[in-house]
């Protein structure tokens, strides 16, 4: 259980990084109007330009942290893991 509960939430943190990721790249190829607007017709919606830095920021935190809880301090071959330390 120790090490499957840091292993199941690096595989949530790198899911959601993914997915981050994805729509990060599906935003940044939309072709924004020089107010920084992408209106789809289709679905009704506009879509800002500012939310493309957002989506990238979130996906790299989301990205690091995984690697952080799947790791941890003690690198790859053991040591305490993040999910591990108690607060003294």
């Known amino acids: 259980m120790r090490k499957t509960l840091p292993t199941a939430f690096a595989l949530l943190l790198t899911t959601a990084a993914l997915l981050l990721a994805r729509l990060w790249l599906q935003r940044l190829s939309l072709p924004y109007n020089e107010e ?3 209106f789809d017709a289709a679905h009704g919606v506009v879509y800002d330009e500012g939310a493309i830095a957002v989506y990238g920021v979130l996906t790299v935190l989301f990205a690091l942290l995984a690697v952080a809880t799947r790791y941890g301090r003690g690198g790859l071959g053991g040591g305490e893991n993040l999910m591990d330390i ?3």
């Open 36 to 38: 920084g607007r992408y």
């Open 86 to 88: 108690s607060w003294r």
